[in-house]
């Protein structure tokens, strides 16, 4: 059960969605060649992950349009799986049956992404209208029946075109009350966009918006501040870095690495960024 991007064991993350309702224009999965696999499948490499693990995330595409979503996660908890986390859209949670069934089959974490608060800034990166204002019901259904114990946090994804607006999108979904917010850098790891300076953002372009939010919002919200290296923020800021040890095989060391009292909690920058915008920009 292996692929060129990871084994099966070797992380709780299972990947169970192979279609999507959007059409990111930054897919992570665009050029993933994955196998369609079935309810028995999955299952066998539940019971894989199970034994290094007792949590597990549902990702992928769009998990949440298989049809079997609900009986995998029915058979995590079976399994007695302490944390069974969902990555998601949230589209499907527009449907308040399907909130109120998925959230009662032993789901107890969803990770939900956005990329702006707007339909304007939000369909245009999933290049899908209605998107924005579905997802919006999702979160507003979620937070009405979940439990009151349950992890529901945010993904926002940064790219050229939102990051300047990054302090009001935060703004935008702290009234909701999320508590956890992670902010993740978009990287040029498709094909499509592997030289789109106008997708892809500069990193060091990005920090004083994060740093701006974390003083902002610190004090109520836990941050994660995703593919930002330490080496990024200005030296009073760096330990806002999320210290990533995941391997990934598209990370590699740059010169100052050796140097930096970080460098046991990061495992570089990505190849694919670093073919994009160099190394000049990061700074000890």
Do not use: W
């Not at 079997?68 to 049956?97: C, H, Q, S, V, W």
């Not at 999108?169 to 790891?189: L, W």
């Not at 330490?230 to 030296?235: I, L």
């Not at 100052?256 to 570089?268: M, Q, R, S, T, V």
Request: with cysteine; proline share 4%; hydrophobic share 35%.
């Amino acid at each position: 059960m292996k692929n060129k991007y990871y084994t099966v064991g070797h992380s709780p993350f299972i990947y169970a969605g192979y279609e999507c309702n959007n059409q990111c224009i930054f897919c992570f999965e665009a050029d993933r060649e994955f196998i369609k696999k079935t309810t028995q499948n999955l299952k066998k490499e539940i019971d894989i992950i199970r034994k290094n693990f007792d949590f597990i995330n549902f990702m992928g595409q769009e998990p949440t349009l298989r049809n079997d979503i609900i009986e995998l996660i029915y058979y995590a908890k079976k399994i007695k799986f302490k944390k069974i986390g969902l990555t998601t859209n949230g589209r499907m949670f527009a449907y308040p049956d399907f909130t109120r069934n998925i959230l009662s089959s032993g789901l107890n974490q969803i990770g939900l992404t956005m990329m702006g608060k707007s339909a304007r800034m939000h369909d245009f990166h999933t290049r899908t209208k209605g998107s924005f204002r579905q997802s919006l019901m999702g979160i507003k259904n979620i937070i009405k029946y979940k439990s009151s114990d349950f992890s529901f946090l945010l993904n926002l994804m940064i790219t050229q075109k939102n990051f300047k607006s990054l302090v009001e999108i935060v703004d935008f979904y702290v009234d909701p009350g999320f508590k956890e917010i992670n902010i993740g850098h978009i990287m040029p790891i498709n094909k499509a966009i592997a030289k789109s300076k106008s997708i892809v953002a500069r990193i060091s372009k990005v920090t004083p918006y994060l740093v701006e939010c974390q003083k902002k919002h610190g004090d109520k919200i836990k941050f994660l501040f995703i593919e930002y290296p330490a080496c990024s923020f200005p030296k009073k800021y760096r330990h806002l870095a999320f210290p990533c040890l995941e391997e990934n095989p598209d990370k590699i060391r740059i010169k100052l690495c050796k140097k930096c009292e970080y460098k046991n909690k990061c495992i570089g920058i990505g190849k694919s960024y670093l073919s994009l915008y160099g190394d000049k920009e990061f700074k000890l």
